[in-house]
């Protein structure tokens, strides 16, 4: 399994820098890590290390390749628990990160719902839930399974740090080859969920990972918040069981995966060689 690196390394920079950044510390693969529907302007003007999904992909490729790191993933994070609007990324921002990831190539698109943020979403039942999240992926995760690409579900909010609510969600769909999950070692614990228990439950359909450990200060935020964003720790230096995850996925389908963490190289490379240890 590749060891990566999210595109964030350093603040208010544009991807180019930042992959400067992670081939100077020595990695060879990172994800697309922001997207947005559209223009962006601090994209514009080097602000932000955002990939447009209106832009040409083999212009990212050619990018990427000038520093020699692989595009591993393609993120478009979404708002699916939220009513249908424009102006949030849903699924016709999903359906454009599938077209651009396949273009040039890239295996996965990572998704998620995340925590509900109208009052009309925090109202809604389980199954409600589990119904809109499904009926948004239906037509993205079709249209995936005709381009060669899988959607990948990341735990970052009720629905997808659950084993249950992914479980159901999956069901709801036909448990197509299509859709699969990006395990977040963070989100899933900080959700309330052992990583190591939805890794042995996933397994088969696991194909991308977020590495991230948390600190003892953050036990008594679990089970009462969706995902973190990122860690300032190496892995390795917290309260999760990283090497139980790295054991229950031996043997899968995962050709790469992405440090989720922001801080100097020293803590990014000991986080590397971590993982290493653990065989991955």
């Known amino acids: 399994m590749k060891i990566g690196v999210f595109l964030l390394i350093e603040a208010f920079q544009s991807v180019e820098r930042q992959l400067q950044c992670a081939k100077e510390m020595g990695f060879d693969c990172a994800d697309i890590t922001d997207t947005n529907s559209g223009g962006s302007m601090l994209g514009s003007a080097g602000f932000s290390p955002t990939v447009s999904l209106d832009e040409n992909p083999f212009e990212v490729k050619r990018l990427f390749a000038r520093y020699g790191i692989q595009p591993t993933t393609v993120c478009a994070h979404a708002m699916l628990l939220e009513p249908s609007n424009p102006g949030l990324m849903g699924t016709s921002e999903i359906m454009k990160a599938v077209k651009f990831a396949a273009a040039i ?98 397994k088969d359909k696991i194909h991308h990972v977020h590495w991230k450990d948390l600190g003892a200060e953050w036990i008594p935020k679990r089970g009462t918040q969706f995902g973190c964003g990122f860690s300032d720790i190496a892995i390795g230096d917290g309260v999760i069981d990283i090497k139980g995850v790295c054991a229950a996925l031996k043997g899968a389908d995962i050709d790469s995966s992405t ?10 490379k000991k986080s590397k060689k971590f993982l290493e240890s653990c065989g991955v």
């Open 105 to 202: 190539g890239i295996k996965d698109v990572v998704t998620t719902e995340t925590d509900p943020r109208s009052e009309w979403a925090e109202k809604l039942s389980y199954d409600q839930r589990i119904f809109i999240v499904a009926e948004k992926l239906y037509t993205p995760v079709k249209m995936a399974a005709d381009y060669g690409v899988r959607i990948l579900l990341e735990p970052h909010g009720p629905v997808s740090d659950s084993i249950q609510g992914l479980k159901d969600v999956f069901a709801m769909l036909g448990n197509p080859a299509s859709l699969g999950v990006n395990l977040d070692t963070g989100n899933s614990w900080l959700g309330g969920t052992d990583p190591v228990e939805m890794a042995r439950v996933f």
């Open 259 to 268: 440090l989720e963490i922001v801080g100097s190289a020293e803590i990014l």
